[in-house]
């Protein structure tokens, strides 16, 4: 099995690369563990000297980031041909970002493609604010191309031409929420709903005992100098506009002006780096909009993860999670698992995972409501945490890992369990 990832290799590197690249990190660890198949990665060390490292990548502008894109496709696409394609069946981790498909699907070759986000209902939302539907997007993509000029062209085809190819020349679509398979179904209308398999995620296990979170959780207090009464919330994701961390901080400000805002010293962790195209300039709109609060206190701590991930979720009274669009939300999951109640706005990750009994699903409108009723009772919310504890806890990365290697043994019948131990080239698993 040939894994295709734009943003694979970079495990153990802090670096806020999003959803795509946490799941490939954790896709290559689990099918280390348990060797379903010979399994080799294509990154971004294809293309030699002049790979980007992580860093590099988030950093990108538009136009960088799109000729990433296309030498990245070439080169993969080079690499994945001096395979037989009777012998190996591709993973792509990616759309824009990915091989090119009608080539790899000449040349004899299986695919299967995951769809981490659907990029045409991504730029709908974000860059057409909500006013086009994604159906209708494409329509107006396939009436306009021809007279877009070049660059622009270029790279509107990398997010409508390359997801339609993607979706014609793979054997299957692996998608994280029912609510993602309908809105490709209405796009595509030829596309046969027995291609799409829906997969969420679910949560990796960890490994830290209780005492090592609890000692971590009390250095941040320490750190940061958080009050004992104070009531924490917490977001987590890259400083980027589709994920809305000024949606929250503009339901603060509101908050901060009414009667009912609360007594005790109220805390918010906006976790994350500034990420891809608008993500510095959004960054410094965060701090503008967090240095006009004055009864709230706003923290950027940066990119965490491991333990000191874990112990910002210990330290939290609740769990915001204001994108805008949202396909699945792997930290969404992680904050549930590790007890906290959640506010969500609505978009088909929050749709695919909430529930009333440990969270609300609201418009932006309805974050500051939603966030005063979980503070105001203490024993709502122990319930609410035992009840969010107690869902994630039956998510299982490891199972979706399991079945997501089933599906693709099911495109290779001469896929097979190796015999030899996984070899470490690159801080990557490689196995043959």
Not at 161 to 180: F, K, N, T, Y
Not at 319 to 334: D, I, M, W
Request: charged share 20%; with cysteine.
């Amino acid at each position: 099995m040939l894994y295709i990832a734009a943003h694979g290799g970079f495990a153990g590197q802090p670096v806020a690369l999003g959803g795509g690249a946490a799941v490939c990190n954790l896709l290559l660890a689990e099918w280390a563990r348990t060797r379903p198949f010979p399994c080799e990665l294509i990154g971004p060390s294809i293309l030699g000297a002049g790979a980007p490292s992580g860093q590099d990548l988030i950093a990108y502008g538009e136009s960088s980031y799109a000729q990433f894109c296309v030498d990245f496709r070439r080169a993969a696409t080079a690499e994945a041909l001096r395979h037989d394609p009777a012998r190996t069946v591709i993973l792509c981790n990616d759309v824009s970002e990915g091989p090119d498909f009608a080539r790899l699907s000449a040349a004899g070759f299986r695919m299967v493609t995951i769809y981490h986000v659907d990029v045409v209902a991504y730029v709908a939302a974000i860059y057409g604010r909500d006013w086009i539907r994604p159906e209708t997007a494409i329509r107006l993509y396939s009436a306009a191309k021809r007279w877009l000029p070049g660059p622009l062209r270029g790279m509107a085809s990398l997010v409508f031409d390359q997801q339609e190819q993607s979706l014609r020349h793979s054997r299957a679509a692996v998608v994280p929420s029912g609510a993602m398979r309908d809105v490709m179904l209405r796009c595509y209308p030829w596309l046969g709903a027995e291609r799409i398999h829906v997969l969420p995620w679910g949560v990796a296990e960890e490994n830290w005992t209780e005492a090592e979170v609890k000692a971590e959780t009390a250095l941040l207090r320490r750190e940061f100098g958080v009050p004992a009464e104070a009531h924490v919330l917490l977001t987590l994701s890259r400083i980027s506009p589709e994920k809305g961390q000024d949606l929250l901080l503009e339901a603060l400000r509101d908050w901060e002006r009414r009667p009912d805002f609360p007594s005790r010293p109220l805390w918010l962790f906006l976790c994350g780096d500034a990420a891809y195209m608008q993500g510095q300039r959004f960054l410094q709109r965060l701090r503008s909009l967090a240095g006009g609060l004055r009864r709230t206190r706003v923290v950027f701590p940066g990119y965490v993860t491991g333990l000191r991930k874990r112990a910002f979720f210990s330290l939290a009274d609740v769990y915001v999670f204001p994108s805008r669009h949202e396909s699945y939300g792997l930290t969404l999951l992680e904050a549930l698992r590790n007890g906290l109640p959640a506010v969500c706005l609505e978009h088909h990750g929050a749709q695919s995972v909430m529930r009333d009994e440990f969270g609300y699903v609201v418009k932006a409108s309805g974050l500051r409501a939603a966030i005063a009723r979980i503070l105001s009772d203490d024993a709502q919310r122990a319930r609410m945490s035992r009840a969010a504890a107690a869902y994630a806890s039956e998510k299982s990365f490891a199972r979706s890992a399991a079945q997501l290697a089933a599906l693709l043994h099911s495109f290779g019948d001469r896929l097979r369990n190796p015999q030899t131990p996984p070899d470490s080239v690159s801080g990557l698993s490689l196995f043959r």
